[in-house]
């Protein structure tokens, strides 16, 4: 008789009992069925065979970037109005129509080049993704911490992300290979004067500000469109560390922004963002200095000023780490009636990559998984089938009818929106270009200006931190770069590394680059 004495449940547990995954009763979750005490194991062991081969694809790939980061739950209360104006006169999207009016929200922080388990206080721009569960369907706000981004052109992306992160041969993060990329793309050095500050290391994801960072379109009821700029800012203060606070932290907890969102959560301390909003006329803006259409510019806000239009506040934790944080699935394309994509071409790079990376990590049916799907517009397509399909999209009487026209059921198209055709009429050549008015310096420089002087000498410390542990060439042309930004920079940074304004007048400007004249008149003040 089989001895049963160390297995199965005392008397007075009355817990659920396991199954498999057939919904058969585990009776014995410690012992594989073998021919004698000692083996050999049998391959009629359905159930060892089934838990070990769920567990040996128990792992998806982890994000290409933004890959270690948490989820949370709220909501957005909106406040009905565009600062003093109503907000009708810029959008008609609902959610921010009537005061008071209350949206769900999931909202992933993130750190973007690290590993899914690497630190959380590395140098590094942090992810702030908003989902918004709207009754017309879902809205993605997918921003970052800070205000610009490095590069203006989608097809840069790979490039900046190889470089940034680890060598392909000794995999680890080479300030050599960071700075040769930085060095050559002029119009990173306003992120850099970002990154390299003090909000290059915020102290933890609550007091943290996002910032929608492209140039998207708002469109009214009459079908007119302005641009807007989106910003978060947390009712909890800004909050950063230096490189030496982040050294401390590291060496104890490699998560610690995930576990004080949590904790804090926990407390019932909710934290609170408001959401502002810059417009501005939907046109070129030939009188501006920077295009609006370019993410490595901000607004600036005496002329544009940003405007509450609501406030998020995360009152729930995540459940489940898998479900709701590494398949949650953000993108730029996830807009809603009243929303609209403006011709940023970053923006319109990134709409195609995040659906398309998510069909590759999380599978084609991850807008099926609780967290990703709708949860108040109800979703009825003809698109069916395809690897773990849930359930059936199914819509009408008629479960035949998986296809559009028909007679006999099935599903029809929605009503026209009262202006289909919105915005500026476009025409030009195809072509490949860059966008006029790069004026990669001056706001990098106005940006160092404007920081307190503890910041910046922060700022000079981790930027000669890091160029020491480059070459010699690669020094010169960063030096150059932030002698064009601000003369004070550039010398506090040549001076860390032993580089005067002599030592870089030999350099040309690059061909990739565009001068102002106020540029050509800092470059003849080197030479
Ligand atoms: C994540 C692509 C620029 C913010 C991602 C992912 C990809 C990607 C492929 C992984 C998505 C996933 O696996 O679910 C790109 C491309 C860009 C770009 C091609 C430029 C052309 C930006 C910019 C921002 C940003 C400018 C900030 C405004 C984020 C955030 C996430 C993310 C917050 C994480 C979303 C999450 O938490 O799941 N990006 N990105 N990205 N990106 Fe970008």
New binding site residues.
């Given amino acids: 008789m089989t001895d049963v004495s160390n297995v199965g449940p005392r008397p007075d547990d009355d817990r659920e009992v396991l199954t498999n995954r057939q919904g058969h009763p585990v009776y014995d979750n410690q012992n594989q069925r073998t021919i004698g005490a000692r083996g050999p194991a049998t391959l009629e062991n359905y159930q060892f065979l089934e838990k070990i081969s769920h567990f040996d694809r128990e792992r998806i ?7 270690r ?1 948490t ?1 949370a739950f709220g909501y957005f209360e909106a406040y009905g109005r565009l600062g003093d104006e109503p907000i009708s006169a810029f959008t008609r999207a609902k959610l921010f129509q009537e005061a008071g009016k209350r949206t769900p929200v999931a909202v ?3 750190t ?1 080049i690290g590993g899914r388990d690497s630190s959380e206080s590395a140098r590094d ?5 908003v989902k918004f569960y709207t009754e017309d369907g879902n809205w993605d706000l ?3 911490n ?1 205000a610009v ?3 203006r ?6 490039d900046v ?1 190889h470089s940034l992160k680890p060598d392909p041969v000794t995999f680890r993060q080479e300030p050599n290979r960071i700075f040769d990329f930085m060095s050559q793309t002029p119009e990173c050095i306003h992120m850099l004067v970002n990154l390299f500050s003090p909000r290059g290391i915020p102290a933890d994801y609550r007091h943290q500000q996002g ?4 140039t998207y379109k708002w469109v009214n009821e009459q079908g007119e469109t302005c641009l807007v700029k989106y910003h978060w800012m947390p009712k909890q203060g800004v909050r950063s560390m230096t490189a030496a606070d982040a050294a401390a932290v590291q060496a104890e907890e490699l998560g610690h922004a995930t576990k004080d969102l949590r904790d804090a959560i926990e407390r019932g301390e909710y934290p609170e963002w408001e959401l502002l909003v810059q417009t501005m006329s939907d046109e070129e803006h030939p009188e501006l200095d920077f295009d609006p259409l370019d ?1 490595t510019k901000v607004w600036p806000e005496n002329r544009f000023p940003a405007r509450p239009v609501g406030r998020m506040v995360l009152d729930e934790c995540l459940g489940n780490n898998f479900a709701e ?1 590494e398949q ?5 394309g996830v807009l809603i009636d009243g929303l609209d994509f403006s011709d940023d ?3 319109i ?2 709409t ?3 659906s ?3 069909r590759y ?2 599978g084609p049916n991850y807008l099926q998984l609780p967290v990703n799907q709708p949860k108040h517009g109800r979703v009825r397509t003809n698109q069916r089938d395809g690897l773990m399909t849930y359930y059936v999209d199914q819509g009408g009487e008629n479960p035949h009818v998986n296809y559009e026209p028909s007679i006999t059921g099935g599903l029809r198209e929605g009503e026209f929106p009262t202006h289909d055709e919105q915005g500026p009429t476009i025409t030009g050549r195809l072509t490949r270009k860059r966008i006029p008015r790069t004026n990669d310096y001056v706001q990098a420089g106005q940006r160092y200006l404007l920081m307190h002087d503890w910041e910046r000498d922060d700022l000079v410390h981790n930027l000669v931190t890091m160029l020491s542990q480059c070459e010699r060439p690669i020094q010169e042309r960063m030096v150059w770069h932030f002698l064009l930004a601000e003369d004070d920079l550039g010398l506090r940074v040549g001076e860390g590394l032993g580089i005067g304004p002599d030592d870089v007048a030999h350099l040309e400007p690059l061909a990739s680059q565009d001068l102002t004249d106020e540029d050509r008149a800092r470059l003849e003040k080197l030479g």
């Avoid at 790939?61 to 890959?67: D, Q």
């Avoid at 721009?125 to 993704?129: L, T, V």
């Avoid at 052109?153 to 790979?158: E, N, T």
């Fill in positions: 790939p982890e994000r290409v970037v933004h890959a980061g989820t992933r922080f993130s973007v721009p942090r992810g702030f993704a997918v921003g970052n800070l981004f490095f590069i052109d989608a097809i840069k992306f790979p992300i910032f929608g960072v492209n993410d944080n949650i699935a953000f993108g730029t071409k970053m923006l790079g990134r195609f990559s995040y398309d990376t998510q990590r999380v």
